[in-house]
């Protein structure tokens, strides 16, 4: 069911259609309903304002049994459903400002809006702020797009470490070989109100037309009760439970810490990371995790990197064919150091075919590995102590534009 918000705003969208299909006489110019919609970006006569509808949609089947099946008792599941339905506007507004609002249309969605911010460009390239609801910045994989991500999950690892999207101010900055990120946010798993402060720093030793080498790290600290890590195993859940879990932290503060590397070699692209954190309170626990991958394009593609943010960008197919890549990661994620928690090994495998640059077919491959936790350790009710072990398939098709 889409939320009260959108029962209302989506039944007005065809009058905000003959609203920009009409002469807008204080920018001089007729708006291009069509482009628009073809997701291409429409601007002003005097090139000051632009606004662009983008959108994605990321369609999964999922076949899986074991432990990524706990709920299930160990049994064969699957499923087919809409992993991801976006709908943004993006834009800038004189040479200063950009803006980004995305809007999430998924059944069930935590939230209804995913991004909603606006940069301030007039410092210069070596001083933006954003401010609004973003990612915190924080991690490789994590600040990596979904539609360019090179798996359909993102590690265990990222998932236990790095954030949701939450309300705040970051600066993002470049200065030549270095990319840099440093932000204020609102805590997101705890009611107490005391800000929250996430940073990144990576450094390019080579960035030329075939070859790219970064190394970086990051950190994030915040108050309050972090109640516990709960990760489903790089396969999204079917039955909603089956998870990698620490058991209950109780912490008063954390500091999360990250160190990674990647690197784009003709047609190979490495890339690793590792997560270490502590959380203090009644206990301390020390989790830890991070993850390896390589990836391969047998049709002599390369991977595209953002060096302004030091990040995978996307893949365009050098053939009318598309682009097909191999790839494998292995993840590692240590939940148990407080004595109640899990320890899991996770390996994904797989095929990317890319039909165009905005198009791409994808299929996983996912073995993972779990410690038995302590007898009592539930999730939603439902005990944690079956297979210790699991097999699944996962599919995507995957468009955006």
């Given at each position: 069911?889409?939320?009260?918000?959108?029962?209302?705003?989506?039944?007005?969208?065809?009058?905000?259609?003959?609203?920009?299909?009409?002469?807008?006489?204080?920018?001089?110019?007729?708006?291009?309903?069509?482009?628009?919609?073809?997701?291409?970006?429409?601007?002003s006569d005097d090139l000051e304002y632009s606004i662009r509808l983008g959108?994605?949609?990321?369609?999964?089947?999922?076949?899986?049994?074991?432990?990524?099946?706990?709920?299930?008792?160990?049994?064969?599941?699957s499923d087919i459903f809409i992993r991801r339905g976006r709908l943004s506007i993006s834009g800038y507004a004189t040479s200063d400002w950009q803006y980004r609002f995305q809007a999430v249309l998924e059944k069930d969605a935590d939230n209804d809006v995913s991004d909603a911010y606006v940069i301030y460009k007039g410092f210069g390239p070596k001083f933006w702020l954003r401010i609004g609801k973003q990612k915190e910045d924080l991690g490789l994989e994590w600040l990596t797009s979904s539609n360019?991500?090179?798996?359909?999950?993102?590690?265990?690892?990222?998932?236990?470490?790095?954030?949701?999207?939450?309300?705040?101010?970051?600066?993002?900055?470049?200065?030549?070989?270095?990319?840099?990120?440093?932000?204020?946010?609102?805590?997101?798993?705890?009611?107490?109100?005391?800000a929250v402060l996430t940073g990144r720093m990576v450094k390019r030793m080579i960035n030329e037309e075939r070859d790219v080498f970064q190394f970086g790290g990051g950190f994030s600290y915040r108050e309050g009760n972090r109640g516990n890590i709960n990760i489903r195993p790089e396969q999204r859940e079917i039955?909603?439970?089956?998870?990698?879990?620490?058991?209950?932290?109780?912490?008063?503060?954390?500091?999360?810490?990250?160190?990674?590397?990647?690197?784009?070699q003709d047609n190979w692209h490495l890339s690793g990371e590792l997560y270490y954190a502590e959380y203090r309170g009644k206990e301390t626990a020390a989790p830890w995790g991070g993850y390896?991958?390589?990836?391969?394009?047998?049709?002599?593609?390369?991977?595209?990197?953002?060096?302004?943010?030091?990040?995978?960008?996307?893949?365009?197919?050098?053939?009318?064919?598309?682009?097909?890549?191999?790839?494998?990661?292995?993840?590692?994620?240590?939940?148990?150091?407080?004595?109640?928690?899990?320890?899991?090994?996770?390996?994904?495998?797989?095929?990317?075919?890319?039909?165009?640059?905005r198009l791409r077919l994808m299929l996983n491959y996912v073995h993972a590995e779990y410690d038995k936790p302590p007898?009592?350790?539930?999730?939603?009710?439902?005990?944690?102590?079956?297979?210790?072990?699991?097999?699944?398939?996962a599919a995507r098709l995957q468009f955006w534009y």
């Amino acid at each position: 069911m889409l939320s009260t918000m959108w029962r209302v705003v989506l039944p007005l969208f065809p009058y905000l259609l003959l609203l920009l299909a009409s002469p807008v006489s204080a920018a001089g110019f007729e708006f291009p309903v069509r482009s628009f919609l073809q997701g291409k970006p429409v601007t002003s006569d005097d090139l000051e304002y632009s606004i662009r509808l983008g959108g994605r949609l990321h369609v999964d089947s999922n076949n899986h049994e074991g432990v990524f099946n706990n709920a299930g008792g160990g049994g064969h599941d699957s499923d087919i459903f809409i992993r991801r339905g976006r709908l943004s506007i993006s834009g800038y507004a004189t040479s200063d400002w950009q803006y980004r609002f995305q809007a999430v249309l998924e059944k069930d969605a935590d939230n209804d809006v995913s991004d909603a911010y606006v940069i301030y460009k007039g410092f210069g390239p070596k001083f933006w702020l954003r401010i609004g609801k973003q990612k915190e910045d924080l991690g490789l994989e994590w600040l990596t797009s979904s539609n360019t991500i090179t798996t359909i999950e993102r590690s265990a690892a990222t998932r236990a470490f790095s954030h949701i999207r939450s309300e705040g101010v970051t600066v993002v900055g470049r200065h030549r070989d270095l990319s840099y990120n440093i932000g204020v946010h609102k805590n997101d798993y705890t009611e107490n109100t005391k800000a929250v402060l996430t940073g990144r720093m990576v450094k390019r030793m080579i960035n030329e037309e075939r070859d790219v080498f970064q190394f970086g790290g990051g950190f994030s600290y915040r108050e309050g009760n972090r109640g516990n890590i709960n990760i489903r195993p790089e396969q999204r859940e079917i039955a909603a439970i089956d998870r990698i879990d620490s058991g209950d932290i109780s912490s008063d503060e954390g500091w999360v810490f990250n160190i990674e590397s990647m690197t784009i070699q003709d047609n190979w692209h490495l890339s690793g990371e590792l997560y270490y954190a502590e959380y203090r309170g009644k206990e301390t626990a020390a989790p830890w995790g991070g993850y390896v991958m390589a990836g391969y394009f047998l049709t002599g593609e390369k991977r595209l990197y953002d060096d302004l943010h030091g990040r995978f960008a996307g893949v365009t197919p050098s053939g009318d064919k598309g682009a097909v890549e191999l790839y494998s990661r292995l993840t590692w994620l240590d939940l148990a150091d407080n004595g109640q928690g899990n320890k899991a090994s996770i390996l994904t495998t797989g095929v990317n075919w890319y039909l165009g640059p905005r198009l791409r077919l994808m299929l996983n491959y996912v073995h993972a590995e779990y410690d038995k936790p302590p007898a009592g350790l539930t999730d939603d009710g439902v005990g944690l102590t079956g297979d210790t072990s699991g097999d699944a398939i996962a599919a995507r098709l995957q468009f955006w534009y």
